[in-house]
């Protein structure tokens, strides 16, 4: 009977293992190779500019609040919150991004434990395109600077 109830608590231990790293997402890391890691300050002149700002979140958050001016090119992701993701389990439409691969432009979502700005980087890196600024504290960092939303 105790090797019975011994038994369900490790079968309890490894489900709620397993499921808090579904849960408990990792934080993007701190810098990508090949691309600027660029702060709201940094964005907004380069907004000003006339550079290119995208929002890589789900349309109906950017529909909510955005970032005046911002594009919304969704990054649709299945792939594993982790550097090492497999980019064919996701979307990104790169035919909406400028066709000049030298273009800067500025890719952002909900910072921390966000990914789609960071895969949307990594995809468009890929791609060719050459002037990449990925806005890590993104929509988060935007707000608490004070800036325009839309």
């Known amino acids: 009977m105790r090797f019975q109830a011994f ?24 810098s990508l190779n090949g691309v600027k890691v660029v702060s709201a300050t940094e964005v907004k002149k380069m907004l000003e500019s006339g550079v290119l700002v995208v929002d890589t979140r789900v349309p109906v958050e950017f529909a909510e609040k955005s970032i005046k001016g911002a594009k919304n090119i969704p990054y649709k992701e299945l792939s594993a919150k982790d550097v090492v993701f497999d980019a064919s389990k996701d979307s990104f439409d790169l035919s909406k991004l400028p066709s000049d691969k030298s273009a800067t432009i500025v890719l952002f979502c909900n910072a921390g434990e966000c990914w789609k700005s960071y895969k949307a980087s990594v995809v468009a890196l890929k791609a060719g395109y050459t002037k990449l600024c990925w806005f890590r504290g993104g929509f988060p960092e935007w707000v608490a600077a004070g800036f325009p939303v839309q």
């Open 7 to 30: 038994r369900k608590w490790i079968a309890f231990v490894f489900l709620m293992t397993g499921f808090s790293t579904i849960c408990w997402s990792v934080e993007t890391p701190k």
